[in-house]
Protein backbone atom coordinates (compact mmCIF):
# COMPACT_ATOMS: atom_id res chain seq x y z
CA UNK A 1 0.00 0.00 0.00
CA UNK A 2 1.04 3.63 -1.04
CA UNK A 3 1.90 5.57 1.92
CA UNK A 4 2.16 9.29 1.42
CA UNK A 5 3.60 12.72 2.55
CA UNK A 6 2.32 16.07 1.24
CA UNK A 7 4.82 19.12 1.64
CA UNK A 8 5.39 22.90 0.31
CA UNK A 9 2.33 24.22 1.78
CA UNK A 10 2.54 27.96 3.12
CA UNK A 11 1.18 31.29 2.92
CA UNK A 12 1.50 33.67 -0.03
CA UNK A 13 -0.15 36.97 -1.38
CA UNK A 14 -2.40 36.83 -4.44
CA UNK A 15 0.01 35.86 -7.75
CA UNK A 16 2.35 34.02 -5.71
CA UNK A 17 3.44 30.80 -6.82
CA UNK A 18 4.08 27.30 -4.83
CA UNK A 19 5.18 24.10 -5.35
CA UNK A 20 3.82 21.14 -3.42
CA UNK A 21 5.50 17.35 -3.26
CA UNK A 22 3.70 14.08 -2.69
CA UNK A 23 6.34 11.61 -1.19
CA UNK A 24 5.11 7.86 -1.76
CA UNK A 25 6.47 5.40 -0.10
CA UNK A 26 6.30 1.92 -0.90
CA UNK A 27 7.42 0.17 -4.58
CA UNK A 28 4.31 0.37 -6.35
CA UNK A 29 3.96 4.16 -7.02
CA UNK A 30 4.49 4.06 -10.86
CA UNK A 31 1.45 1.74 -11.08
CA UNK A 32 -0.74 5.06 -10.41
CA UNK A 33 -2.72 7.65 -11.61
CA UNK A 34 -1.82 10.42 -9.11
CA UNK A 35 -4.49 13.42 -8.07
CA UNK A 36 -4.52 16.56 -6.07
CA UNK A 37 -7.26 17.44 -4.57
CA UNK A 38 -8.07 20.68 -2.10
CA UNK A 39 -10.05 21.13 0.41
CA UNK A 40 -12.10 24.48 1.95
CA UNK A 41 -13.25 24.58 5.69
CA UNK A 42 -17.15 23.30 5.02
CA UNK A 43 -16.57 22.18 1.37
CA UNK A 44 -16.59 19.05 -0.57
CA UNK A 45 -13.35 17.98 -1.84
CA UNK A 46 -12.56 19.81 -4.88
CA UNK A 47 -10.48 17.95 -7.58
CA UNK A 48 -7.40 19.88 -8.86
CA UNK A 49 -5.20 18.30 -11.28
CA UNK A 50 -4.18 14.24 -11.95
CA UNK A 51 -0.79 12.77 -13.92
CA UNK A 52 -1.42 9.27 -15.82
CA UNK A 53 1.43 6.64 -14.62
CA UNK A 54 3.67 7.72 -16.82
CA UNK A 55 2.84 10.80 -16.99
CA UNK A 56 2.28 11.14 -20.42
CA UNK A 57 -1.63 12.33 -19.88
CA UNK A 58 -2.56 15.33 -17.23
CA UNK A 59 -6.18 16.58 -16.01
CA UNK A 60 -6.98 20.01 -14.34
CA UNK A 61 -10.13 21.80 -12.83
CA UNK A 62 -10.82 24.15 -15.30
CA UNK A 63 -10.40 26.45 -11.97
CA UNK A 64 -6.48 25.81 -12.29
CA UNK A 65 -5.81 25.33 -16.51
CA UNK A 66 -3.19 27.79 -16.95
CA UNK A 67 -1.75 28.27 -13.84
CA UNK A 68 -1.11 24.71 -11.87
CA UNK A 69 1.09 22.09 -13.46
CA UNK A 70 0.90 18.65 -12.38
CA UNK A 71 4.06 16.54 -12.76
CA UNK A 72 5.68 13.57 -11.26
CA UNK A 73 8.75 11.84 -10.78
CA UNK A 74 8.73 7.63 -10.80
CA UNK A 75 12.57 7.23 -9.85
CA UNK A 76 11.89 9.48 -6.75
CA UNK A 77 8.06 8.33 -6.00
CA UNK A 78 7.27 11.62 -6.00
CA UNK A 79 4.42 13.76 -7.50
CA UNK A 80 4.53 17.97 -8.10
CA UNK A 81 2.17 20.79 -8.33
CA UNK A 82 3.57 23.82 -9.50
CA UNK A 83 0.90 26.80 -8.79
CA UNK A 84 1.54 30.30 -10.25
CA UNK A 85 -0.45 33.04 -10.53
CA UNK A 86 -2.07 32.05 -7.15
CA UNK A 87 -5.83 33.38 -5.93
CA UNK A 88 -7.49 33.64 -2.63
CA UNK A 89 -9.68 31.27 -4.33
CA UNK A 90 -7.13 28.55 -4.21
CA UNK A 91 -7.05 28.63 -0.60
CA UNK A 92 -7.44 25.02 0.66
CA UNK A 93 -5.69 22.15 2.34
CA UNK A 94 -4.34 20.17 -0.65
CA UNK A 95 -3.96 16.37 -0.95
CA UNK A 96 -2.74 13.55 -2.84
CA UNK A 97 -4.18 10.40 -3.56
CA UNK A 98 -3.21 7.62 -5.56
CA UNK A 99 -6.23 6.55 -8.24
CA UNK A 100 -7.53 3.25 -6.96
CA UNK A 101 -10.57 2.60 -9.12
CA UNK A 102 -11.09 3.06 -12.61
CA UNK A 103 -14.14 5.93 -13.01
CA UNK A 104 -13.98 9.35 -13.25
CA UNK A 105 -10.30 11.06 -13.13
CA UNK A 106 -11.89 13.90 -11.17
CA UNK A 107 -14.05 12.31 -8.60
CA UNK A 108 -12.70 12.44 -5.09
CA UNK A 109 -14.50 9.04 -5.09
CA UNK A 110 -12.27 7.28 -7.19
CA UNK A 111 -8.88 8.15 -5.21
CA UNK A 112 -8.07 6.23 -1.59
CA UNK A 113 -5.19 5.94 1.03
CA UNK A 114 -5.04 10.24 0.87
CA UNK A 115 -2.39 11.50 2.72
CA UNK A 116 -2.52 13.71 5.56
CA UNK A 117 -2.55 16.97 3.52
CA UNK A 118 -0.44 20.37 3.50
CA UNK A 119 -2.52 24.18 3.80
CA UNK A 120 -2.17 26.43 1.01
CA UNK A 121 -3.16 30.22 1.81
CA UNK A 122 -3.33 33.03 -0.38
CA UNK A 123 -4.39 36.57 0.72
CA UNK A 124 -5.48 39.15 -1.26
Known amino acids: QVQLVESGGGSVQAGGSLRLSCAAS????????MGWFRQAPGTERQFVAA????????YYADSVKGRFTISRDNAKNTVYLQMNSLEPEDTGVYYC?????????????????WGQGTQVTVSS
Open 97 to 113: APRSVSSEVDSSTSYGN
Open 26 to 33: GHTFRLYM
Open 51 to 58: ISQGGVST
